[in-house]
């Protein structure tokens, strides 16, 4: 994900005016345990289990430079990992579907850091699934955990898959949380919100124009009823097939 400095101003001043909280950007720290402060003093981080997770798992196994920067950094073949305000603001909304023992899945999982934070708020008894297009990046996430927490990778707690993240991750359906950290432009897809449960919830950036993403916030309630939020104002990668994303055409 990227956002410009002009659209950070823009976002400040829109998000005065409804319930979400504003997004801050560019923060540099030294380490891990200086940048949750930050986000805490800037409340994005608002609760005790987010600011748990987040301080449990260092970014910097998981993002190759700038690792405490508030900034979204290239992971390599078009991706990038997500500024730290952005993977918080995700954790704060699913944080009520984050519980001991449920199931959540990732798409986009990319450097593996925010399926990773998933992980330590759903504990052992849970399930965490990450997926990517790339089987590259997909490696590359599980040597990441590996380093960080290889039992988690042992005992299944989390799973990392290469796949088409549009069409979800049927094997391990269905899932409690489900978070998409790239945006739709062809409106949600259908096989994500089927494999959502009932009283579940899903964090989906989606495009509305060519030049504007909202975060939406999609509740299905326990009779099945779908419920969207329109949120906060982001720019994230498309949610696209591999090849679009690696630049490949065929002529």
């Not at 410009?4 to 380490?31: C, D, G, H, I, Y």
């Not at 918080?88 to 984050?98: G, P």
């Amino acid at each position: 994900m990227f956002v410009s400095r002009r659209l950070s101003l823009v976002l400040s001043q829109a998000n005065k005016r409804q319930k979400f909280p504003r997004m801050f950007f560019m923060t540099q720290s030294a380490s891990n345990d200086e940048l949750i402060d930050a986000l805490k003093r800037q409340k994005v981080v608002k609760h005790e289990d987010v600011e748990r997770a987040m301080r449990s798992v260092d970014r910097g196994f998981y993002c190759p430079s700038n690792a405490y920067f508030d900034a979204p950094e290239s992971i390599g073949y078009g991706a990038t990992i997500s500024a730290p305000h952005m993977h918080a603001y995700a954790l704060e909304l699913l944080r009520d579907q984050l519980k001991p023992g449920a199931k959540v899945l990732d798409v986009g999982s990319g450097s593996g850091y925010l399926t990773m934070c998933f992980a330590k708020m759903v504990g052992p008894n849970g399930k965490v699934v990450g997926i990517d297009h790339i089987p590259a990046l997909v490696n590359s996430s599980i040597e990441n955990v590996r380093r960080d927490c290889p039992e988690y990778l042992e005992n299944g707690l989390i799973k990392l898959v290469a796949g088409d993240g549009r069409k979800g991750f049927l094997e391990e359906a269905p899932y409690d949380a489900i978070h998409v950290g790239a945006a739709a432009e062809e409106g949600v897809p259908p096989e994500l919100i089927n494999q959502l449960v009932n009283r579940g919830r899903m964090v989906i950036p989606v495009a509305r124009t060519r030049n504007r993403q909202d975060l939406q916030v999609i509740d299905k309630n326990e009779e099945g009823k779908i419920d969207k939020q329109k949120g906060v104002g982001v720019q994230f990668v498309p949610l696209c097939d591999k090849d679009s994303q690696l630049g490949i055409r065929y002529d």
